[in-house]
C-alpha cells in the first residue's frame, strides 16, 4: 500500500535511511535474492551500499548476448564464494579462460555454467579450446560448453569435488578424462555425469569414492573400463552405437545396485563383474530388428545374467506403422507361450496409446502375472480416451489389480510434469 509524503513523514519523522541502517548481514540476505548485476548496481545507493554486494557469497549473472563482467566481478568480490551461477549466450573459449581460472582459485561451493549456443552442434569441427582450471575447493561443477572444446587439467587434484557434469563438450589435448576423475585425481568424486562428449575414444576409470556414474552419447567410444568398487548405479546410453562401434568394456563394481544399459552390447567383448546387489536393471530391444542388431543383445544376453531382479525397465524401440513383411505376430505362439511373471507386483508403462496390438499385450500379461498389484499408465493421451482404455483393460483384469493413469503436460520451462488423472481400486469405479 503506498503512502502519501505527509503519511511517510509520520511512519519515519526523523527521515533516517532505516534500510542502510541494518546490520551487513541483513542486507547481504536482502541481495541474495538479486541477479549479480542488480545487485552490484545497489553500489550507487550511498557510501554505505558501496560495498555490500561484495559480501554477498553468492554470484548469479543471467543470460545475455553481451560478455558478463564475471572476471571484473570476481576481482572486486570480497566474501568466500559459495556458489557460482554464469549464463552465456554463444560464448567463445576466450572469454570463458578469462574468467575461469579465478572462479577455480575462489570457489568453495557449487559452481554452474551454461553456454546457449544454437548456432553451433555437435557436427562442426573446431579446434579451438580453453584448459580446465583446477578447482581445489570446489565441492561440484556444472559445465555445459555448448560444445566449445575443453583441455582436461595435466596437474593438479580437485581435493573437494563431490560432483562432476560435463555436457555438450568436445574434449581436447592429449590427457584423458578418465584419469581426471579417477581418485588420484578426484579422490572425494562421487557422482559423474557426461551427456554428449566428443574427442573421447577410450574412458578408464579408477576410483575408490564413486557411487553414481553416467555415461550418455559419449560420441566415438570404442573402450570402457570402469574399476569402481564401491559403485551404486551405472547408466551407458547410446555411446558404442552412436558410432556403430564395437561394444568393448569391463565393469567391476560388485555394489551395483542399478545397471542401465541401453546401449551396444556383444558378450565376447563386454565383460560385467558378479553383481549380486543388482537391484534394478533397465535395457532396450527393437522387435523389429534382425538378431545382429547391437543393443537387441543387452536384452537377451544381460538379463540372464541376473537370477532375480527387483525392477526392471524395458525399452521398446518400434515403428508408428508397420513394415512390410513385420514381424508382429512372431513367433506365432506369442499369445500362447508361457511367460514366467508369477512374482510381479508392479508394472508401469510410459507412452501407451491404447492401440489393438498394446491391448493385446495387456491381456497376456494379465494372464501371466497373477499377483499383479498395481499398474502405472504414464502416457500422452487425452483423459477420455485413457477412461476408455481403463474400461477395456478392467474387462480382463484382476478385480484387485489398481490402475492409475498420468498424463504427461508440457511446462514454460521446456520440461515435463506428470498429472495423475484418475485411478481405480479393486472393482472401484469399474
Not at 254 to 259: G, M, Q
Not at 323 to 349: F, H, M, R, V, Y
Not at 356 to 379: G, P, Q, W, Y
Not at 411 to 430: D, I, P, Y
Amino acid at each position: 500500500m503506498e503512502m502519501s509524503g505527509a503519511a511517510a513523514k509520520r511512519a519515519n519523522p526523523s527521515g533516517e535511511d532505516r534500510l542502510s541502517a541494518l546490520h551487513d548481514d541483513a542486507l547481504v540476505h536482502i541481495l541474495l535474492h538479486l541477479q549479480t548485476a542488480a545487485a552490484v548496481r545497489t553500489s550507487v545507493l550511498s557510501r554505505r551500499w558501496r560495498r555490500v554486494w561484495t559480501l554477498v557469497p553468492e554470484l548469479r549473472f543471467d543470460f545475455s548476448p553481451e560478455p558478463h563482467p564475471v572476471a571484473s566481478a570476481l576481482a572486486a568480490h570480497d566474501a568466500a564464494l559459495r556458489f557460482l551461477n554464469v549464463g552465456a549466450m554463444d560464448a567463445a573459449p576466450e572469454s570463458v579462460a578469462a574468467w575461469l581460472p579465478d572462479a577455480a582459485s575462489r570457489l568453495s561451493g557449487r559452481l554452474v555454467f551454461e553456454n546457449r549456443a544454437p548456432g553451433r552442434n555437435e557436427v562442426e569441427v573446431d579446434e579451438s579450446a580453453f584448459e580446465l582450471p583446477c578447482f581445489e575447493r570446489a565441492t561440484a561443477v556444472s559445465l555445459d560448453l555448448g560444445f566449445l572444446g575443453l583441455a582436461v587439467p595435466t596437474a593438479g587434484v580437485f581435493a573437494r569435488l563431490v560432483e562432476l557434469c560435463l555436457i555438450r563438450v568436445r574434449i581436447r589435448g592429449p590427457y584423458k578424462l578418465g584419469d581426471a576423475v579417477s581418485s588420484p585425481r578426484c579422490p572425494c568424486l562421487q557422482k559423474l555425469t557426461t551427456y554428449y562428449i566428443q574427442g573421447v575414444s577410450d574412458i578408464t576409470i579408477h576410483s575408490e569414492s564413486l557411487l553414481q556414474m553416467e555415461l550418455k552419447k559419449v560420441c566415438g567410444l570404442k573402450q570402457l573400463t570402469v574399476v569402481v568398487p564401491a559403485l551404486q548405479e551405472l547408466r551407458v546410453l547410446v555411446c558404442f552405437s552412436y558410432g556403430q562401434n564395437q561394444p568393448v568394456a569391463h565393469i567391476s563394481a560388485p555394489l551395483l545396485k542399478s545397471l542401465v544399459w541401453n546401449d551396444a552390447y556383444d558378450p565376447s567383448s563386454v565383460h560385467l563383474c558378479k553383481m549380486e546387489h543388482l537391484q534394478v536393471l533397465s535395457t532396450s530391444v527393437n522387435p523389429y530388428a534382425h538378431g545382429g542388431y547391437m543393443r537387441n543383445h543387452a536384452f537377451s544376453k544381460i538379463l540372464p545374467l541376473f537370477k532375480v531382479i527387483e525392477r526392471l525397465y524395458l525399452l521398446l524401440c518400434y515403428q508408428q506403422v508397420c513394415p512390410s513383411g513385420c514381424a508382429c505376430d512372431q513367433p506365432t505362439n506369442w499369445k500362447t507361450e508361457e511367460l514366467a511373471l508369477n512374482c510381479l507386483e508392479e508394472l508401469a508403462i510410459v507412452g501407451m496409446k491404447g492401440t489393438d496390438h498394446e491391448v493385446d499385450v495387456m491381456k497376456r500379461l494379465f494372464s501371466c502375472a497373477t499377483v499383479l498389484i498395481e499398474i502405472t499408465f504414464n502416457c500422452s493421451v487425452s483423459e477420455s480416451k485413457a477412461r476408455e482404455l481403463c474400461q477395456t483393460l478392467s474387462t480382463f483384469c484382476k478385480s484387485e489389480t489398481r490402475l492409475k493413469f498420468y498424463r504427461f503436460l508440457k511446462q514454460e520451462s521446456g520440461g515435463k510434469r506428470m498429472r495423475c488423472l484418475f485411478a481405480s481400486s479393486g472393482s472401484e469405479g469399474r
